[in-house]
Nanobody, 124 residues
Framework: QVQLVESGGGLVQAGGSLRLSCAASGRTVSGYGMGWFRQAPGKERKFVAAISWNGGRTTYTDSVKGRFTISRDNAKNTVYLQMNSLKPEDTAEYYC?????????????????WGQGTQVTVSS
């Protein structure tokens, strides 16, 4: 079973950058599609970005295109989310997820392992 632990969240001013990491353990995720989702207080969890098993395909929600970059290092069993030009509306709890299908899915139903989340707060 895959366990996921996110890190790298924090408080940053608008326009700043953060890099989130998602470390997997329990088994290798080199064959898994990996995704990042976020949930703001009182709102549903939403898709942010995803990457296929070999990094060959990435998918982003429109609001983060050009600002966020998802990447992975299968040798380290880790996935990253580089977030630049952060905006107050990016404030949320960010979750990492693993999909056994290997593809870069945007639907949370395709993922069967989730981390505990890391908080990102962007001040204006």
């Amino acid at each position: 079973q895959v366990q996921l632990v996110e890190s790298g969240g924090g408080l940053v001013q608008a326009g700043g950058s953060l890099r989130l990491s998602c470390a997997a353990s329990g088994r290798t995720v080199s064959g898994y599609g990996m995704g990042w989702f976020r949930q703001a207080p009182g709102k549903e969890r939403k898709f942010v970005a995803a990457i296929s098993w070999n990094g060959g395909r990435t998918t982003y929600t429109d609001s983060v295109k050009g600002r966020f970059t998802i990447s992975r290092d299968n040798a380290k069993n880790t996935v990253y989310l580089q977030m630049n030009s952060l905006k107050p509306e990016d404030t949320a709890e960010y979750y990492c997820a693993a999909s056994p299908s290997g593809s870069s899915h945007f639907s949370p139903h395709e993922y069967d392992a989730w981390g505990q989340g890391t908080q990102v707060t962007v001040s204006s």
